[in-house]
Each structure stands twice: as C-alpha cells, then as structure tokens.
C-alpha cells in the first residue's frame, strides 16, 4: 500500500472504530458527569462538581447495602471510585489515549457494575452492560484501524509504520 495514511483513513473499518470509540467514551464520560450533578444552594442553578459525588451515590449505595453481600466499606470506596473512573477512561476513549488500555478498562468498569447490578431482584440493567460490553469488544476488534487518535500522533512521532502487515491488497 503506498498511499498508506489516505488509503487508512477512508477504510470502513477505521471509522466503525472510530464512531464506537466516540460512543463509548461519551457513555462513560456522561455517566461519570451525571454522578456530579447537584444543586447550588446560592445560585438554584444545576451545576457538575466532584463535591456532589457523595449526595447522589448514595440512593445506589442504600440499594446495594440492602439487597447484596457486599461490604459496606467496599461499597463506599466504589462509589467515590467510580465516577473518577468514569470519566478518566471517557476522556481516553475519546480522544484515543492509549486505545486498547482505555478500552480494557472501559470493560471493566462495566463488567464490575454488571456484577452489582446482577446482584439486585431485578436485574433488567445487566442486559443494556452486557450490550455496552459488546459495543467495547467490536471497537478493541477494530482498534488495529484506529484514526484520529493520539496514539495515532505518538506513533508518528516515534517513527512507526502507518502500514498494517497482515493487510495485503
């Protein structure tokens, strides 16, 4: 292939990868922003900031402590845990921060609140993780197409190949 970076970017398969990467990011970016959502007393206006994380875990940890063996101490850490997580792995999906690794730990994340969420009476929620996991796998399948990326900007400037070498034309 010799018009390696041109011939890359109008691949089917490069953006598939692409639109799921920015799927799954703003799911987990949005989900871990909603976590800091609240009210300021001052102004009654609706605001995002890490000091509300606290008020609105706490519905979901009362639920957890109800209905599952889960320790409390472990619930409290996961909850002032998760939304960091959220958003942290949201960024890098989307801008393609170390794309695989991000995506892994987009994996996680959602497989560790299927795992919660498997534990309540009613469980309809672990469907829509399962679909989000599935979503995750068919972008670390497509990954080797990554565009428009950072990773894609370091590998430049460290002088790798554009070239894929199972690809053959």
């Known amino acids: 292939m010799s018009e390696k970076c041109c011939n890359r970017m109008f691949r089917g398969e490069a953006w598939a ?11 987990l970016l949005f989900a871990g922003l909603t976590k800091w959502k609240g009210k300021n007393e001052a102004t009654g206006l ?16 009362t639920v957890m402590k109800e209905f599952t063996p889960i320790p409390e101490g472990m619930l409290g850490l996961y909850a002032k845990f998760l939304p960091w997580a959220l958003v942290i792995t949201g960024i890098w999906v989307i801008i393609g921060l170390f794309t695989r690794i991000s995506l892994i730990a987009a994996s996680g994340i959602i497989l560790s609140l299927s795992l919660g969420l498997m534990l ?3 469980d309809i929620d672990t469907v829509r993780r399962g679909v989000e996991l599935i979503v995750i796998a068919l972008a670390l399948m ?22 894929f070498p199972e690809e053959k034309d």
């Open 17 to 27: 990868c692409f639109f799921l990467r920015m799927w799954i990011g703003m799911r």
């Open 46 to 61: 609706s605001e995002f900031s890490p000091s509300y994380g606290p008020d609105s875990m706490e519905p979901i940890i």
């Open 120 to 122: 309540l009476p009613d």
């Open 142 to 163: 497509t990954v080797k197409h990554n565009i428009l990326a950072v990773d894609n900007i370091v590998d430049l400037a460290i002088g790798k190949s554009d070239e």
